[in-house]
C-alpha cells in the first residue's frame, strides 16, 4: 500500500517532465498501433495474432520472476527464435499488399476507412433484381459480399474487374456460355473487383448431400472469411445466402434484399429505425396535441 501512495505522489513529477515532443512520441505509436490492429482485423490473421498473444501471456508467466517454469521457457524461446520467420511466411500476402501500397503511394487506403453506402445500396438493389431473373431461368450464380476480411488471395484466382453492379452485368457474367460463369463474383464496397474466381470448399461433412459445388463454395468462403454470400442454385432456381459456414435456403427476392441490408449495411438499418421510430413518435404527439385542443374547445 505505502508503495502504491508513493507511485501516486511521483505522478505529478514524471507528468511535469512529459514535453510536447514526447506527447507527439506517444501519439505517433498509438496511431501505428492502433491501425495495426485495425489492419490485422480485416485480414485473417486474427487467429495467428491470438496465438502470439497467448506464447507472449506463457512466456511472461514462465518467467523466472514469476513462475520459474524453466522447461517451459526453454522451449518458448526457442519457438520465438524460429518464429519471425514463419511469421514472415504467414503473413507474406498482407506484407506485400503494405508495401505494395506503400511504394504506389496508397498508403491511405490502408487506415482510411471508405464511404461505400451509395455503392451498397446500388449493389444490393442490383443484386436482388439479378437474383429474381436468374432465379426464374434457373440459371446458377454465387456472388461473394466482401466485409472486413479481404479475399485477395480468392481475387488471384479469377479475372480482375473494376465496375459497378448491375443487374445486366450479373446476368451476363452468370450466362452459362459465358466465359466467367463458371466461379465467383466478388464484391469490395460495393463494386465488382473480380469474376470466375475459385472458392475453397466447405470442409463440413454434415452438409446436405443434396447441396452442389456452388453451394459447397459459397459456405466454405464464408466459414474462412466474415463474408455474405449469395447462390442461385441451378437445378431449382432456389436463393440462398451462406454466412458464418450457416446456409439460409429457398429465400424470396424481398428476403433477399432484406438480408443484405441487414448484413452489408447494418449502420443504416439503425437509422432507418430511428427514423422510423421519430416519424411514429411525431405522430403520437400531433395525435396527443389535437386532443388536448379539443378538451381545451370544449
Request: net charge neutral; glycine share 8%; hydrophobic share 45%.
Amino acid at each position: 500500500m505505502e508503495t502504491i501512495l508513493q507511485t501516486l505522489q511521483m505522478v505529478p513529477e514524471y507528468l511535469r517532465l512529459i514535453g510536447l515532443t514526447d506527447l507527439l512520441d506517444m501519439a505517433i505509436i498509438a496511431f501505428g498501433i492502433y491501425h495495426l490492429f485495425r489492419f490485422v482485423r480485416r485480414s485473417r490473421s486474427g487467429q495467428v495474432v491470438k496465438a502470439i498473444i497467448f506464447i507472449v501471456a506463457a512466456m511472461a508467466l514462465a518467467n523466472e520472476y514469476v513462475l520459474n517454469l524453466r522447461v517451459t521457457r526453454t522451449v518458448l524461446n526457442n519457438v520465438v527464435e524460429l518464429g519471425v520467420i514463419a511469421l514472415i511466411i504467414l503473413f507474406q500476402p498482407e506484407l506485400r499488399r503494405f508495401l505494395e501500397q506503400m511504394g504506389s503511394g496508397k498508403l491511405k487506403e490502408l487506415f482510411v476507412a471508405e464511404s461505400y453506402s451509395n455503392d451498397l445500396e446500388t449493389a444490393i438493389k442490383e443484386t436482388v433484381e439479378a437474383y429474381a431473373a436468374l432465379s426464374k431461368d434457373r440459371v446458377g450464380a454465387l456472388m461473394v459480399f466482401e466485409r472486413r476480411t479481404l479475399l485477395d488471395d480468392v481475387l488471384k484466382t479469377g479475372t480482375g474487374l473494376d465496375c459497378q453492379v448491375s443487374a445486366e452485368l450479373l446476368k451476363n457474367l452468370f450466362w452459362n456460355k459465358a466465359p466467367l460463369h463458371d466461379g465467383a463474383v466478388i464484391v469490395r464496397g460495393g463494386r465488382i473487383v473480380g469474376a470466375g474466381c475459385m472458392l475453397p470448399l466447405s470442409g463440413n461433412v454434415n452438409l446436405s448431400r443434396d447441396l452442389g459445388m456452388r453451394h459447397r463454395a459459397g459456405i466454405g468462403v464464408s466459414e474462412n472469411s466474415d463474408a455474405v454470400v449469395a447462390i442461385v442454385s441451378e437445378e431449382t432456381g432456389s436463393i440462398s445466402v451462406a454466412i458464418n459456414g450457416m446456409l439460409k435456403r429457398h429465400l424470396s427476392p424481398e428476403t433477399l434484399e432484406r438480408l443484405l441490408r441487414l448484413e452489408l449495411m447494418p449502420a443504416a438499418q439503425e437509422e432507418g429505425k430511428a427514423t422510423a421510430a421519430a416519424r411514429i413518435s411525431s405522430v403520437f404527439k400531433g395525435i396527443k396535441g389535437d386532443n388536448s385542443n379539443g378538451k381545451e374547445d370544449s
